[in-house]
């Protein structure tokens, strides 16, 4: 059974800093991997799909990367800033149900000013 | 474009009520979905569909029921809510299985 695991649950920076969030997941049969954003209240905001023949990403400050043979993927935020505050959550579509996604519990980013 | 839209967003039921929880989207997407999520659980499939008249049962399909008749609507059903299913509800689309997925902003169920 495919788990996702993300670590740390928590995470407080500083303004400005370069900050790398982990997602490791245990089969590496997967379809695709998805990153997304939720803040308070609100839906998720997809923010980088990476399919599995790709090994990364790229949007702004935000660089995904995808290596299936360790089962993690980093999602790298460039110069943080306070709005970049939310919880970022990691999904991996299953190779033999890609319409399925299995989801991480989530990072909550703190950036301090 | 209103995206995926979600009624209503905060309800609370009453154990053995029943109640339907309302998905929409304006995408033109065949899959929609959807989850709960609850603290510590991260987000789990509850049922999802393929396109109009084509549904499938996700990881916590027991107390929910779905119909999909339209491309556009996707109803989720409690049957007889439970304390259990207390929780924020999520639909998602997407196009197709190589294009993200899009959320609604949730509805937020407590059963009492």
């Given at each position: 059974k495919q788990e996702v695991t993300q670590i740390p649950a928590a995470l407080s920076v500083p303004e400005g800093e370069n900050l790398v969030l982990n997602c490791s997941f245990t089969d590496s049969a997967i379809y695709n991997l998805q990153w997304f954003r939720q803040d308070p209240g609100k839906g998720l905001t997809s923010l980088l799909?990476?399919?599995s023949s790709q090994r990364e990403q790229t949007s702004g400050r935000l660089n995904a990367s995808l290596d299936k043979s360790s089962g993690r993927s980093t999602l790298y935020i460039a110069a943080s800033q306070p709005g970049d505050s939310a919880t970022y959550l990691c999904a991996a579509a299953l190779m033999d149900s890609s319409y399925k996604l299995i989801f991480g519990s989530g990072t909550r980013l703190l950036v301090r000013p | 474009n209103a995206?995926?839209?979600?009624?209503?967003?905060?309800?609370?039921l009453k154990t053995g009520q029943s109640m339907t929880l309302q998905c929409a989207q304006d995408m033109n997407h065949e899959y929609m979905s959807w989850y709960r999520q609850d603290p510590g659980m991260g987000l789990r499939l509850i049922h999802y569909s393929v396109g109009a008249g084509i549904t499938d049962q996700g990881e916590v399909p027991n107390g929910y029921n779905v119909s999909r008749s339209t491309t556009e609507d996707f109803p989720l059903r409690l049957l007889?809510?439970?304390?259990s299913q207390t929780s924020v509800y999520f639909c998602a689309s997407r196009g197709d299985r190589n294009s993200p997925l899009h959320?609604?902003?949730?509805t937020r169920l407590t059963v009492t």
């Open positions: 799909l990476i399919q | 995206g995926v839209t979600q009624t209503p967003k905060f309800q609370v007889s809510a439970a304390p959320f609604g902003n949730g």
